[in-house]
């Protein structure tokens, strides 16, 4: 069979082809960007699905297609994503083009629809989605996972794993809340169960492992599995986890994808763990103990988790330190130019050498707080350091023996500025 998967390269999405390939079907890939990983079982076809609002425009991508599955989506529209546009107009165009085009099945992976957050912008997208396409005449399947763990993790379930991974005790929002997991994995053979028959057309599944965890008693899993000892969980105040919510929508606002935005924090204030009344149980097979001892955590899984929440740190005290540095050298102009001239820098071109590099300095701090042009940003903090010390060396040779090291202090922010573009990608 013929697939064409949405979000192929996504979290849920890669187990999707994985699971999919091994049983036989051929796989096309539908992706915002190319992955840089090798991606040999599958055709890959780039491009913006929030573009994609018309029937029209999804002709020539479903040419040829048996079946569609869609694995897209995103948590809160930012500058990078739009709700209305990715999880309901273009699912709907596409609702469509499959209709007319005679697909023999659509499986939309949505997520359970009631309970908190139910009139999020989140939820009512993908009600608007999962209604339409039940009132169509397409063949489908709807799939709503509860909280989806993995081999991999994305996310949220990064999020635990950073949790867990935090020196002498872990502070949990909601610790108490009340959820259901599912294993990625059984996500991914739901859906391949529906296209080969197994999982009857029409069906409305909601998908969890029967037990039921507390978020605290998640983190404190991940944090055995990683080897780390016994848990210290902190119950973080409603107030804030709040305040934590605000601040990550303004870095929404910047690209920053952050799994601590408003919406996130609502849903799981109110428990991951209520059935949809519309939609029928499937109580998986993989129980979280299962899923955590059948992978065994490596150093990698460490390395990512303790990396996990020093990234934005990482990236903010770069941006500051650029903007600041900057800003610092047009408030004190006379200074920094008499600091010039006093090593060696000619007279007549100092004050527009201090203009020019404040200047540098903001735009660089600016653009690594903005996601879209963070990697140029980092790339130029990197060449731009270089030409400092290379003109510092050629003017006062002698500033590299100076108390304080003004030059040596340059190469460890050389050395953050590489550690941010290694760890830049949100998926391979």
Known sequence: MNILVLGANGFIGGEVVRALTARGHDVKGLVRTRPAASCATMQIVEADIARLTMPAEWRNIIEGIDAVVNCSGALQTGARDSLASIQRDAIIALIDAAGAAGITLFVQVSAPLEGAGSNTEFLETKRAADEYLAGSRVPHVILRPALVLGRNCHGGSALIRALA????????????????????RDVASAVADALDGTIVPYSDL?????????????????????????????????????????????????GWRSPMRSTAMIVAGGGIATEASSSSPLDTQT???????????????LWFARLYLLK?????????????????????????RNTAIANNYPQTGAGLMVVATALTDILIGAGIAIRRWSRPALIASVLVSLAYLAAASWYSPGLWLAPLGPLMKTIPAIILSGVALAIFEERA
């Open 287 to 301: 129980s979280l103990e299962t899923l955590l001892a059948s992978e065994p955590a490596g150093a990698q899984d």
């Open 312 to 336: 934005p740190a990482i990236f903010a005290v770069l941006s500051l330190f650029w903007f600041l540095t900057g800003l610092v050298a047009l408030v004190g102009f006379e200074t920094a």
């Open 165 to 184: 991974a935090l020196p002498f005790a872990q502070p949990v929002a909601f610790a108490d809340t009340p959820v259901r997991i599912v294993a990625l």
């Open 206 to 254: 909601y998908l969890a492992h029967e037990r039921r965890h507390t978020l605290a008693g998640i983190v404190s899993a991940h944090r055995s599995w990683l080897g780390l000892g016994r848990a210290r969980i902190v119950a973080m105040p409603d107030t804030v986890a709040g305040v934590t919510a605000r601040f990550a929508d303004l870095l929404g606002l910047l």
